[in-house]
């Protein structure tokens, strides 16, 4: 059974700094893409960072406009884990995170599974 599980959210204030994780079961970590999605209370939900699998070693990643010199996402295969540092926390931010993983080997998306997100506030 394939299981995604976010952890590290919580309150921070405006310029602080949070790592989200995601640990991974139930599949080939390895050799999917995944990505972070995050849902701002009363809005629809907004791709934030994606990350290719790492099998080939080419680490490739990439960002919304609006996160991009703020957030790093990573992955450590060898834990089966995805992380996303957050630096520079601004009060837009807040919002529940998920983590995804790609349906299909070699591409970022769709997905076809989620976790139940790990919910960040960033707020005075």
């Known amino acids: 059974e394939v299981q995604l599980v976010e952890s590290g959210g919580g309150l921070v204030q405006p310029g602080g700094s949070l790592r989200l994780s995601c640990a991974a079961s139930?599949?080939?970590?390895?050799?999917?893409?995944m990505s972070w999605v995050r849902q701002a209370p009363g809005k629809g939900l907004e791709w934030v960072s994606a990350?290719?699998?790492?099998?080939?070693?080419?680490?490739?990643?990439s960002y919304t406009d609006s996160v991009k010199g703020r957030f790093t996402i990573s992955r450590d295969n060898a834990k089966n884990t995805l992380y996303l540092q957050m630096n520079s926390l601004k009060p837009e931010d807040t919002a529940v995170y998920y983590c995804?993983?790609?349906?299909?080997?070699?591409?970022?998306?769709?997905?076809?599974?989620w976790g139940k997100g790990t919910l960040v506030i960033v707020s005075s």
């Open positions: 139930g599949f080939t970590f390895s050799s999917y893409a």
């Open positions: 990350i290719d699998s790492g099998d080939s070693g080419g680490g490739f990643t």
């Open positions: 995804a993983k790609a349906l299909f080997v070699g591409t970022y998306y769709p997905y076809d599974y």
